[in-house]
T-cell receptor, first 113, second 113 residues
Framework: KAGVTQTPRYLIKTRGQQVTLSCSPI?????VSWYQQTPGQGLQFLFE???????NKGNFPGRFSGRQFSNSRSEMNVSTLELGDSALYLC????????????FGSGTRLTVV | GNSVTQMEGPVTLSEEAFLTINCTYT??????LFWYVQYPGEGLQLLLK?????DKGSNKGFEATYRKETTSFHLEKGSVQVSDSAVYFC????????????FGKGTKLSVKP
């Protein structure tokens, strides 16, 4: 059974650019969440999608957006990149929303220069 | 608000030593509780979970008991191995369909041979 796949694994972007990250959940999982991990702030929740609808959103500026497709694959987009957006972005999928454990991907390491 | 507090690391132990990583939480209602582990360069792996008071989660020799009265979910292992060296995260998920994971800061464990 394939795990959660995130692409690309590494990315270097210039300040002011935009970036799109992709996440393919485990087959059958309909919930996809995104988290940002930095040494200073730790793991912070960005947003969660379930059946193409955003169910929950963290406290991030509007430059961070996402979407989910009918096959449950998800993308997140960051526009007008800032140096502080450098982080490991983790995607997690779950069967459903509720008290289920999430399965995480290996993440996309974004560096903004 | 909801939050998770973990003991600060790093924690350094000798192989076969007993491990305890403390975790306490603040939340309304009855959240689900999780321990995740992150190996270098990888995403998070679910280690164990508990969804109601007095539940004991266990996996790979690790255990944690959901203590409602002390709002705690301490991680324990009787005999650690070098391969257990990683960062451990305690997390909670609010009850209901729209709860995201809220993580502690993480505790880095190093096990020496």
């Amino acid at each position: 059974k394939a795990g959660v796949t995130q692409t690309p694994r590494y990315l270097i972007k210039t300040r002011g650019q935009q970036v799109t990250l992709s996440c393919s959940p485990i087959s059958g999982h309909r919930s996809v969440s995104w988290y940002q991990q930095t040494p200073g702030q730790g793991l912070q929740f960005l947003f969660e999608y379930f059946s193409e609808t955003q169910r929950n959103k963290g406290n991030f500026p509007g430059r961070f957006s996402g979407r989910q497709f009918s096959n449950s694959r998800s993308e997140m987009n960051v526009s007008t990149l800032e140096l502080g957006d450098s982080a490991l972005y983790l995607c997690a999928s779950s069967l459903n929303t509720g008290p289920y454990g999430y399965t995480f991907g290996s993440g996309t390491r974004l560096t903004v220069v | 608000g909801n939050s998770v507090t973990q003991m600060e690391g790093p924690v350094t132990l000798s192989e076969e030593a007993f491990l305890t990583i403390n975790c306490t939480y603040t939340a309304t209602g009855y959240p689900s509780l999780f321990w995740y582990v992150q190996y270098p360069g990888e995403g998070l792996q679910l280690l164990l979970k508990a969804t109601k008071a007095d539940d004991k989660g266990s996996n790979k020799g690790f255990e944690a008991t959901y203590r409602k009265e002390t709002t705690s979910f301490h991680l324990e292992k009787g005999s650690v191995q070098v391969s257990d060296s990683a960062v451990y995260f305690c997390a909670l998920k609010r009850e209901g369909s729209q709860g995201n994971l809220i993580f502690g800061k993480g505790t880095k464990l190093s096990v020496k041979p």
